[in-house]
């Protein structure tokens, strides 16, 4: 483990995004696994900066869009994706694409 990056409270979810997201993101478009993985207490931020809202997207609905863009750009090849986007609360395992989904199992 190393650490890589870190950011001054104002920080904006698309900054974040561009400067280290974005190339695991076309890193798993091209086919390698990527992870993104937030960490910290309760009530810092992490599901906020993973969803975002309408005027502030978060890294899911980003990455998404750029994985789509790659798609749309590239239209002599075949994509299959399989992805998640998971939170784990209190041991309990919640669908961030579905959050009526709590207490899958991994």
Same mark, same amino acid.
């Given at each position: &483990?190393?650490?890589?990056?870190? &950011?001054?409270?104002?920080t ?10 974005? @190339? ?5 478009? %091209? ?5 993104? &993985?937030?960490? =910290? ?6 599901t ?9 997207? =978060? ?6 869009? @750029?994985? &789509? ?6 239209? @002599?090849? %075949?994509f ?6 998971? %939170?784990?609360y209190? %041991? ?10 709590? =207490?899958?199992?991994?």
């Open positions: &483990f190393t650490f890589d990056n870190g &950011f001054p409270p104002m904006s979810t698309d900054q974040i995004y561009r400067q280290v997201l974005s @190339e695991i993101v076309t890193s798993s478009v %091209e086919g390698y696994n990527g992870t993104v &993985f937030a960490y =910290g207490q309760t009530s810092s931020g992490k906020f900066t993973m969803t975002g809202s309408r005027g502030d997207p =978060g890294v899911i609905p980003l990455a998404t869009n @750029e994985v &789509f863009n790659h798609v749309k750009s590239t239209p @002599e090849r %075949e299959f994706f399989r992805l998640s986007y998971i %939170e784990i209190n %041991e309990v395992v919640i669908d961030l694409l579905d959050p009526t989904k709590t =207490g899958l199992q991994i």
